[in-house]
Nanobody, 120 residues
Framework: QVQLMESGGGLVQPGGSLSLSCEASGSIFRIVAMGWYRQGAGTQRELVATVNAGGATEYADSVKGRFTISRDNAMNPVYLRMSNLKPEDTDVYYC??????????????WGQGTQVTVPS
């Protein structure tokens, strides 16, 4: 009933910048929190950054000072601005949301992912 779709991935040279977007659609009553995660083949998915409805943010230590999460009003869409990219940032980036589709019904949702590649 709710869909998340990422966009903006691509190949960026080390030290470059890239911005990702996540658009939520469907039956959205209220968005509690949105975030970005990343995962490579054979690895565990790890948190990159999150933002809640009150505006509080959280970042992984590896991206602090380089990545910024932001969102428009109503928490949709959400963005991830990445700068000073490094080869170790290469991964598939996934959008995540904790979203109420009605006053009493909520779920966790994931996008399909977008590839970010930073060559060494």
């Amino acid at each position: 009933q709710v869909q998340l779709m990422e966009s903006g991935g691509g190949l960026v040279q080390p030290g470059g910048s890239l911005s990702l977007s996540c658009e939520a659609s469907g039956s959205i009553f209220r968005i509690v929190a949105m975030g970005w995660y990343r995962q490579g083949a054979g690895t565990q998915r790890e948190l990159v950054a999150t933002v809640n409805a009150g505006g509080a943010t959280e970042y992984a230590d590896s991206v602090k000072g380089r990545f910024t999460i932001s969102r428009d009003n109503a928490m949709n869409p959400v963005y991830l601005r990445m700068s000073n990219l490094k080869p170790e940032d290469t991964d598939v980036y996934y959008c995540n949301g904790r979203i109420y589709s009605s006053r009493s019904q909520w779920n966790e949702y994931w996008g399909q992912g977008t590839q970010v590649t930073v060559p060494s």
